[in-house]
């Protein structure tokens, strides 16, 4: 499987940004999706989960209430879209999959994609 993820950019503080990742899996369907990140010297974080059929959704806490993931099967693409961005949401995203379940942690996903820097300034 393999996984491009694009959208990534400069923003500034309380504003707006949109993420796509794109499956090369014609069965796109039968994984799990997810978006974690990985900032300067920090250890990679979960971000947002998807179960297969889009209709289970999980975020980290600090999450809540500003991104949303979603994801188009037929398309074979997972999108995350953030709002009201803040400083420390700067990092490097990376869209993941995984088969069966939702996944939380980082080290259950087996497919990633190159990741995509978004850098939010104050």
């Known amino acids: 499987v393999q996984l491009q993820a694009s959208g990534g950019g400069l923003v500034q503080a309380g504003g707006s940004l949109g993420l796509s990742c794109a499956a090369s899996e014609r069965t796109f369907s039968s994984l799990a999706m997810g978006w974690l990140r990985q900032a300067p010297g920090k250890e990679r974080e979960f971000v947002a989960a998807?179960?297969?059929?889009?209709?289970?959704?999980y975020y980290a806490d600090s999450m809540k209430g500003r991104f949303t993931i979603s994801r188009d099967n037929a398309k074979n693409t997972v999108y995350l879209q953030m709002s009201s961005l803040k400083p420390e949401d700067t990092a490097v995203y990376y869209c993941?999959?995984?088969?069966?379940?939702?996944?939380?942690?980082?080290?259950?996903?087996?497919?990633w994609g190159q990741g995509t820097l978004v850098t939010v300034s104050s």
């Open positions: 998807i179960s297969r059929s889009g209709g289970i959704t």
């Open positions: 993941a999959a995984g088969p069966s379940q939702v996944k939380l942690r980082s080290y259950e996903y087996d497919y």
